[in-house]
């Protein structure tokens, strides 16, 4: 049997944490009384919970109706507070916010992981490199830092797109004539379409953060500031083996999404207004005619009537939920999946017992999963680009699939910060 020895420090900081939060709830009770106390805890738990519902009608209403949600949404912790000052105890409000402050920093300090960098292998430098590069990609990224005339320096091959060229195609070409190594500089779409090419052809995948958000960029560690430190694993540069997912027949790195959030993407005005057009399309992707009927199988589980589905290569981190490109590992063999069911008021203030016990919320790990609906064919978001795929889509990790050429010396990838688990919490405590 093999003893886990704790750190002391994460223990110290575990059990800080519970001080600081029972100091937070004690200083109600002592500046109230334990009756007024315990009201006032139950009145702030209250306001969160109407909060929570008016976002909900926010989201899933329009017109007057929305606004008043939205109004509902700022009104009821200002009035938590407002009743707090009655009180006169507009102090415990701060010395409260202080305390849980304090026992939130400590808890995640407590929880946090260290950053694993995936195992390294040293390989030659490619003798015929082929880049391509998207020059609409973040806002122009590629002519801004001077990337082709950079990487020709450097000996690549560079083809700039001109926007009537198959990157797909291009890369294959390029295999074919001799190319020992694929790289983009450009978005997670372009991306990925050139990933699954350097796979299927065996040549080694190099990634320029020249993209807008650069999400793969960000969890392979690269610079997503400056671009240009890309190219030095060009001339040195180790390689990394990562995984490669699928969505019926398109490859992704980053997600694939389904139901609402797919819908919104597909739609022509998304690109020019996305939060106007997320919020005038919701109401009826929600509630309405065109609300998702998903169901889904992973690994063992089945769900049905998930109105928003994500499946992303590897799992994000408990706190970055949404997609937005923070995930601990790219090399776990597994898919995150994420999936949403909040179908009234009632499951929206359920969000308030956390994530992990919430019914609305179902977060997994598989190996495959399948996405099925009523309807033959669905909106797919792959990695931020729209496509619609026959039903039912199965989605699958290809475990190492991908070899990544990346710098020597990188930023590296920052552990993600983790979400409370008073479970983890308190064996550590207690340990």
């Not at 006169?88 to 950053?115: F, K, N, P, S, T």
């Not at 690109?271 to 690994?299: F, I, S």
């Not at 937005?324 to 999936?339: E, K, M, N, Q």
Request: contains cysteine; proline residues 6%; positive net charge.
């Amino acid at each position: 049997m093999t003893l886990v020895t704790v750190p002391p420090e994460r223990r110290r900081l575990a059990r800080l944490t519970f001080l600081a939060a029972g100091a937070a709830v004690a200083v109600v009770l002592v500046a109230a009384g334990v009756r007024a106390g315990a009201g006032l805890v139950l009145i702030g738990a209250a306001g969160t919970a109407v909060a929570l519902v008016g976002a909900w009608w926010f989201l899933a209403h329009r017109g007057l109706l929305r606004w008043l949600a939205g109004t509902l949404v700022l009104l009821a912790p200002l009035a938590v507070a407002v009743l707090y000052v009655q009180a006169r105890l507009a102090w415990v409000v701060v010395v409260c916010a202080l305390l849980w402050a304090v026992a939130l920093a400590c808890g995640r300090r407590a929880l946090a992981a260290g950053a694993r960098r995936p195992a390294e292998s040293e390989v030659p430098p490619p003798r015929r490199p082929y880049l391509i590069m998207n020059p609409r990609s973040g806002g122009g990224k590629t002519g801004r830092f001077g990337l082709p005339e950079l990487a020709r320096g450097l000996g690549a091959e560079v083809c700039v797109l001109d926007g009537s060229q198959n990157a797909a195609e291009l890369a294959r070409q390029a295999v074919d004539d001799g190319a020992d190594l694929l790289g983009v500089a450009g978005g997670d779409g372009t991306q990925a379409i050139v990933a699954g090419v350097a796979a299927e052809c065996g040549v080694p995948f190099m990634v320029i953060s020249a993209g807008t958000r650069n999400h793969f960029a960000l969890d392979l560690g690269l610079d997503r500031d400056d671009p240009r430190r890309c190219l030095d694993a060009l001339t040195d540069g180790v390689e990394v083996r990562v995984d490669l997912c699928t969505a019926g027949d398109r490859v992704f790195v980053n997600n694939a999404s389904f139901g609402a959030y797919a819908e919104v993407v597909q739609s022509p005005a998304y690109r020019d207004g996305k939060t106007r057009t997320a919020l005038n399309l919701l109401p009826g992707l929600l509630v309405g005619p065109r609300a998702a009927t998903l169901c889904m199988r992973a690994g063992g589980d089945w769900l049905a009537g998930a109105q928003a589905v994500l499946v992303s290569n590897n799992p994000y981190g408990s706190s970055d939920l949404a997609g937005l490109g923070r995930r601990p590992r790219l090399d776990s063999g597994a898919l995150g999946v994420l999936a949403v069911t909040v179908r009234n008021a009632a499951d929206a203030a359920g969000l308030l017992r956390g994530r992990q016990r919430s019914d609305a919320v179902y977060l997994r790990t598989a190996t495959e999963v399948v996405i099925t609906s009523d309807t033959l064919s669905l909106p797919v978001g792959v990695d931020g680009e729209a496509v619609t795929m026959p039903t039912p889509v199965r989605c699958e990790v290809r475990p190492g699939a991908l070899r990544v050429r990346v710098p020597r010396h990188r930023p590296g990838v920052r552990p993600p910060r983790p979400e409370l688990s008073w479970r983890r919490l308190r064996e550590l405590a207690l340990s």
